[in-house]
């Protein structure tokens, strides 16, 4: 199979369709709120590196670049890949099926030609020790059939880029062991966005939820141009501890270009307390359907009304705490009181790595 919808139970398994695509069919089957759409799986990529010499050429490329890891010989395979991928069209097989699949969410959603977001979800994507967050492309409001199989296409070609093989080289991750499959999802009409970890990203603090959200599109977040609003949620009592102001001043309505925010908002949060504490009980769901802490991308969409209007995007495993051996809060040899004055003390381990909670893909 080419394509699955996300309600397909073989949607939900990682190596046929990638970490994104697989944690929206969790979502899916578990009747979570995420918009409509399918997989391209990694089957239809095999058949993309299938035609002529393609893996061959691909496999040598790879083999020349070896162990190196210099920013010189990643750009060299970058380019070298790039210009074999883009030579290289879609197989009329997959092609085919991509239309089909396409005209049948078009048919769900009631929109002709309706607006997608095409999103690269790599086989290798996303488990707890190795998260691609932000590695791979996306590119969002592709109308029609044949830019969805472009923007597949070009998915195909930015799998090897630069930064993509240092992250791997950094990571120790072979690049013969990534495949390449594709989310394509209906846009959603953001009037805000952003992204929420069931854990302190600072701390590591399991009873706490930290959300980070902007106006529009999620993208200003993405790129770093402007501040969003912080709030934290007490897991356990679901109340609102913290909400910080962001500098607000530009925002994305569409996938093209920003646009100044009205100074009307630029003062004002972007998510009311109803909304924070709706979204944060998605991600204690979410959290005990995985069994860990997760990293969870959201929109709120202006289309819908208020009760239906808050969507899931992502959902991948957090990465940064998941994997530090924690203490028990309780030392029995310590005795009652040093327990009393340690755990008052505010020490945490410090993160292996930082983890920027506005960096969302």
């Known amino acids: 199979m080419y394509t699955y ?19 929206l069919a969790e979502m899916t089957a578990a009747g979570l709120p995420v918009a409509p759409g399918f997989a391209v799986t990694a089957s239809a990529y095999r058949a993309f590196l299938g035609q002529g010499a393609v893996r ?25 890949i790039t210009e074999l991928f883009r030579s290289v069209p879609l197989p009329d097989e997959v092609a ?17 030609n309706v607006a997608v977001a095409v999103r690269s979800s790599a086989t290798a994507e996303d488990s707890v020790g190795a998260s691609f967050a932000g590695e791979f492309e ?12 472009a923007h597949v296409h070009q998915c195909y070609v930015s799998v090897y880029s630069g930064r993509v093989l240092s992250y791997l080289a950094e990571k120790s991750i072979s690049p013969n062991d990534i495949e390449m499959a594709v989310v ?13 970890f069931t854990i302190s990203p600072t701390s590591g603090d399991r009873s706490t939820i930290a959300l980070e959200a902007s106006w529009g599109l999620g993208l200003s977040v993405v790129g770093g141009e402007v501040t969003p609003d912080r709030f934290l949620v007490d897991k356990i009592a679901m109340t609102v501890t913290e909400r910080t102001l962001g500098d607000k001043r530009i925002e994305y309505r569409r996938g093209d270009a920003a646009q100044d925010v009205p100074a009307d908002r630029r003062d004002m949060l972007c998510l009311d307390d109803d909304e924070i504490l709706a979204l944060a009980a998605l991600g204690r769901k979410l959290e005990g ?59 945490v381990p410090a993160p292996a790595e930082t983890h920027d909670l506005s960096h969302q893909h």
């Open 5 to 23: 919808d996300f309600a397909a139970p073989s949607c939900r398994d990682v190596r046929r369709t990638g970490g994104k695509a697989a944690g």
């Open 56 to 80: 061959a050429q691909l496999t040598a490329i790879l083999d020349d670049l070896g162990d190196r890891r210099d920013p010189a010989a990643f750009d060299t395979a970058d380019r070298a």
């Open 96 to 112: 085919t099926a991509v239309r089909s699949a396409y005209a049948e969410l078009c048919t769900t959603t009631g929109v002709e």
């Open 138 to 149: 996306t590119w969002v409001d592709i109308v029609g059939a044949d830019e969805v199989l």
């Open 184 to 196: 394509v999802q209906k846009t959603v009409r953001a009037r805000s966005a952003g992204v929420m």
């Open 289 to 347: 359907m995985h069994g860990a802490p997760q990293d969870i991308e959201f929109a709120v969409d202006e289309e819908l009304e208020p009760g239906r209007n808050l969507l899931l995007l992502q959902c991948r495993p957090e990465t940064v705490w998941s994997g530090i051996e924690r203490k028990p809060a309780f030392d029995a040899t310590a005795g009652l009181m040093g327990w009393v004055t340690g755990s008052t003390s505010g020490a």
